[in-house]
């Protein structure tokens, strides 16, 4: 059966996680394991940490990605006074650029779902009246996904290498974590999506917190696999910014050209990861500048950025998400520089 566009209602429990409703009905117990096991280690190692906003994640093992919006429901029978839970939505990986651009929208639809479900269960309304509510929450999802689709301004993505080669050469395919970071507005999604989609992301669409987006490609007759986090620039996500540093492979610092707030916050980004990989004395890493193609707006000079990437140990380099400028040639130089690495370290 295709099993995206399933959705799954899961409690968590630290020690005895729960499904508690699926649809459709038939979606295969493999399916529902791996995603509670996905569902999990994201807040795992707090008990009182949970995202409060929609999130996008891949599950890897199922090659399918899934939105998981996290709530908080009343427990007195939990020491901590409340339960964790959670509400999973299946999509197919090609439709992810579609959920990047609306996600503030569709992260509506959610807490509305879950506001009427915590209101049915205030009110000890039978589980399957709150399950109808899932099950309306799938139908808005499907149709949204069909609606959105037809109207995506996308430019079409250009041709690759068809999956089935990258397949047939998993034992030689190497694997990274990169972590992008920056202040807000400064065009992280949108180089994200211009390198994997070769689109233009052209309303701004704040990251909700965390978006995972992966691409496979071939560097030098190697097959490499970039793993790309784009981790919310706002303070508000500060506490889930330091859940998801750990065992980044290289670092990202994006600025924007004509921001000069932007480059100088900078540093302030470089010293927050290292911060917390302490263990990392030498971060691996790029200053990129985006939005060179503003050249009248300009404000940071190369001169000065180039002297910022030498007093941070970076390598820079200059980008347009617009147009495309230097995007493709940048991820091939930082895989590169990743496969050369982890050759040294072999």
């Known amino acids: 059966m295709d099993s995206t566009n399933a959705i799954i209602y899961l409690d968590i429990d630290k020690n005895t996680p729960k499904i508690k409703f699926w649809y459709p ?14 569902c999990i280690s994201i807040i795992a190692g707090d008990p009182t940490f949970i995202p409060e906003v929609l999130l996008i994640f891949p599950i ?39 959920y990047y651009r609306y996600m503030s929208y569709i992260d509506s639809y959610f807490s509305e779902t879950i506001s009427t479900m915590l209101t049915l ?17 799938h139908m808005i999802l499907c149709n949204l996904t069909e609606y959105l689709s037809s109207k995506s301004q996308y430019v079409p993505k250009k041709e690759e290498p068809s999956r089935k080669i990258f397949d047939d050469n998993q034992g030689e395919k ?8 920056g202040d807000p507005k400064v065009g992280k999604t949108s180089i994200i ?15 909700m917190g965390l978006n995972i987006t992966q691409k496979i490609f071939d ?16 303070t508000k996500f500060e506490r889930i910014r330091k859940k998801f540093y750990e065992g980044a492979s290289i670092l990202l610092l994006i600025f924007d050209l004509t921001n000069p707030m932007s480059f100088a916050n900078v540093p302030k980004w470089y010293q927050d990861i290292k911060n917390y990989m302490k263990n990392n004395i030498a971060l691996k ?5 985006n939005k060179n193609d503003l050249a009248k707006k300009r404000i940071v000079s190369e001169i000065d950025a180039i002297r910022l990437s030498y007093s941070l140990d970076l390598e820079y380099i200059e980008i347009s998400a617009l147009t495309g400028y230097n995007i493709e040639i940048a991820f091939h130089k930082i ?7 982890n050759k040294i370290e072999e």
């Open 25 to 38: 009905y038939n979606l295969p117990e493999k399916y529902r394991r791996d995603i509670v096991e996905e």
């Open 60 to 98: 890897s093992p199922l090659k399918i990605k899934v939105l998981i919006k996290y709530f908080k429901r009343e427990d007195p029978t939990n020491r901590e006074g409340i339960s964790k839970s959670a509400i999973v939505f299946l999509f197919a990986e090609e439709n992810d650029q579609i």
């Open 121 to 137: 269960e205030k009110n000890e309304t039978l589980d399957e009246l709150i399950y109808e509510e899932i099950v309306k929450l």
């Open 174 to 181: 190497s694997k990274f974590k990169v972590v992008v970071l």
């Open 193 to 207: 999506l211009r390198f994997t989609d070769n689109v233009f992301l052209r309303a701004y669409i704040p990251t």
């Open 219 to 234: 560097v030098d007759n190697k097959i490499v696999e970039l793993v790309l986090w784009d981790i919310g620039g706002q």
């Open 285 to 289: 890493g790029y200053l990129i500048g």
């Open 335 to 341: 895989a590169r520089k990743l496969l050369f690495f």
